[in-house]
């Protein structure tokens, strides 16, 4: 993927996703997360290269298919308003699946 799809992707600008890259500016815990999300690690390893003991190693069902839904549908987690619309869609969808 090139950093310009990479940084589509993220709804960011190629630059913004260049200057992370050599450390000129660092993403906000919105995009960290975003970005871990997409690469599925955690965030402690993406920002430390450590994966810390109190996390789980493997992802939960609800965690997969929230990963997958922000992949295909190119969702902008960085947006609270969006994101508050997707955590309110996925708990009602998780409530009739129980």
Known sequence: MSQEEFAKRLNIGKSTLGMYETNK???GHE???QIAAYFEVSVDWLTTGKEFKHRPMSATREEMIIKDLVARYN???ANQ?????????I???FDELQ
């Open 81 to 89: 308003r969006t994101r508050e619309k997707l955590e309110t869609i």
């Open 75 to 77: 969702i902008n987690l």
């Open 25 to 27: 500016r660092e993403p």
């Open 91 to 93: 708990q009602l969808v």
């Open 31 to 33: 995009m960290t997360a």
